[in-house]
């Protein structure tokens, strides 16, 4: 998972940060401000506990943005990148910023990957029910053992975790809306399909029950330009893979061979 590297520096203090000239932000947008505002209450930090912390205006995806990246005392790390006209955040993204753990070989106190997927969903605003879990596993990252626990919302939202498999503390966390309007599809339609509905066409397409499948990969992402589901499931011996457009709910790809 990408890390989010800590600036240094005295040329930036709280309150302290200005907008380019050539950069003018209409009435109706959100200030410099409240984008800090928004951010430090997603996270649950308090300014007072913010030695540094810097906010700009950027571009991405033709979209303006506010960029605002900040870190705490305890070295915990925060990024975000923030809708001008709307506040609403697009991209989250925290670090622990903490070393290895030593905690290798202690396997029969590490919490079990339902409680992970537990921790993951609650703290993103979900009950485990209500999201579709992409990857779950063991894994290591910068010298020690975290869960990485992966998943989307129906309404295409992207969330990465790294839990601490002994304390479940979040090590780090990813948010990504960047795909997600409500408002717009593919292709121009007005509204996109649901990974659950798209699960429920290949289903289709396959002739199989929900029941008799077990999905290994289920996610939403971009395909020469078109926002697509793409994923993987196991039925009766064969492996089926498929791309889906979001819009349409048409089949882009299929393919099946043996498990």
């Given amino acids: 998972m990408k890390k989010i590297a800590a600036v240094m520096g005295t040329a930036f203090a709280i309150g302290v940060l200005f907008i380019p000239a050539t950069m003018d932000v209409l009435a109706a947008d959100i200030t410099e401000a409240r984008a800090r505002e928004i951010a430090m209450e997603h996270a649950g930090v308090s300014e007072k506990k913010i030695p540094f912390i810097k906010a700009e205006l950027d571009d991405e995806d033709g979209k303006t943005i506010y960029e605002v990246k900040f870190h705490t005392r ?58 579709t879990f992409v990857k779950t596993k063991l894994d290591y990252e910068d010298g020690r053992q975290v869960y990485e626990v992966e998943f989307v919302t129906d309404d295409n939202r992207e969330f990465d975790y790294e839990i601490d498999p002994v ?6 966390y990813e948010q990504d809306a960047r795909h997600y309007d409500k408002d717009a599809g593919s292709g121009g339609d007005t ?3 649901t990974l659950g509905k798209a699960k429920e066409i290949a289903l289709k397409r396959a002739g199989v029950k929900a029941s008799q499948a077990t999905f290994t990969k289920a996610k939403q992402d971009w395909d020469d330009g078109r926002l697509i589901y793409k994923g993987e499931f196991v039925s009766g011996g064969l492996e089926y893979e498929f791309k889906i457009d979001a819009g349409t709910g048409e089949i882009v790809d299929w393919d099946v061979e043996d498990d």
Avoid: M
């Fill in 167 to 172: 304390s479940g503390k979040i090590l780090s």
């Fill in 191 to 193: 509204k996109k399909i």
């Fill in 74 to 131: 305890d070295r915990e790390e925060y990024e975000y990148e923030i809708d001008v006209s709307s506040g609403r955040i697009i991209k989250a993204e925290y670090d622990a910023n903490v070393g290895s753990n030593g905690r290798d070989g202690q396997k029969d106190s590490y919490i079990k990957p339902e409680r992970a997927k537990k921790i993951a969903a609650e703290h993103a605003g979900f009950s485990v029910s209500e999201v």
